[in-house]
């Protein structure tokens, strides 16, 4: 089975066991659990959710993972079984436990062997190929927001997401998401600054709002993009509350708590220079998302087809793939590695001569 068709299948099971559902336990605080967050549908039913482990360690956004006697079992309605190897066990432990009258969720059938997020798709909408410089990349480069056919057709598609109003399906923005409630707890703030460079139109500040709107906090969002977007943007009614600016520049004295580069700098030539640029504001997190990285650096064209879930035309972009190491050490002296993770949803492995490239997500939190 591939990945999103036991996705879907996951998540109609959700909703049909979810619904009217108010006490929820979603069993298990490790990497599945992690993923049924991050790619399901479950996120929509958070403010229900506990989160519980036989060895309770640490938190998962705004939740404090609790251990299994913390749990008023009587009260609970559902409990999501987050686990492929020990589902059965889990299953026998709810079974035997005498307080516990609510519905068992499971996600796996008997016989099926690999963890859903360890299916595959198919990823032929996106190739790399390496040239010899970034010069050479960028006239190889074909498309982008340079394009005002690729900007227009962008535009229209994010005005019609912003416009449904409806709960969305975050997938990779889920770590956003749970890093900002990490941020404001830990901050102990009623407002958030939020830079956003690379943000596009808006499209992650419309993906979690759905979220954002039900804490009670204020956020304040600002996206540092080009020229183009930004004239796009102040041209039109802003009723999102979102500032737009064309430079970090005009960021000064606008000092934000969480920094978010959204895929954008590997198409960025001076990266390292707006990475330096970012790390004087000093904000409390830093956040990578959807990132090439291998065992070496080195210059490609990133070839885009219409064969994937979100492209919709054809793209050929300049793209540096970064030395893992070296993009986290540009970081060292100010903060530490906090998380990463293999974005297996929206981007694949390519290899490229005897290098794996593999797309992920890096977020920091500064140093104490």
Known sequence: MELEQKIQKINLKLRQSLKGKENIVVRGSGIHTE????????????????????????????????????????????????????????????LANESFNGEIIQLYDEGESSQFFEL??????????KAP????????????????????????????????????????????????????????????SVLDFGGGFGTVFVDLQYYLKNLDISFKWTIVEQEKIVEQCTQEPNDMGIIFENSLENMSGKEPDLALFGSCLQYIENYDEIIRKVIIFHPHRIAILKT??????????????????????????????????????????????????????????????????????FFFELSK
């Open 120 to 129: 595959q798709k198919d990823y032929n909408f996106l190739t790399l190929e």
């Open 292 to 361: 090439p990285v291998s065992d070496e650096t080195f210059v490609t064209v990133q070839h885009v087809n219409r064969m994937g879930n979100y492209n919709h035309y054809i793209g050929d972009y300049a793209c540096r793939v970064m030395k893992e190491e070296d993009l986290i050490s540009l970081f060292s002296d100010h903060y530490r590695l906090e998380d990463s993770a293999e974005d297996v949803f929206n981007a694949p492995d390519n290899h490229l001569g005897n290098h794996i490239v593999k797309w992920k997500d």
């Open 35 to 94: 993923k049924l967050l991050c790619l399901t549908c479950i996120i929509d039913f958070w403010d229900k959710i506990s989160i519980v482990d036989k060895r309770p360690y640490g938190m998962i956004g705004n939740k404090t993972v609790k251990g299994i006697d913390e749990i008023q079992w009587n009260l609970v309605d559902a409990v999501i079984i987050s686990s492929l190897t020990y589902q059965k066990d889990m299953e026998n432990e709810l």
């Open 133 to 192: 410089s970034w010069k050479v990349a960028a006239q190889k480069s074909k498309a982008g927001y340079a394009d005002e056919d690729i900007l227009q057709f962008d535009y229209k598609e994010f005005i019609e997401h912003r416009d449904r109003r409806e709960k969305n399906l975050i997938r990779h923005h889920y770590d956003v998401l749970f890093y900002m409630l990490k941020t404001v707890v830990q901050l102990q703030k009623k407002e958030l």
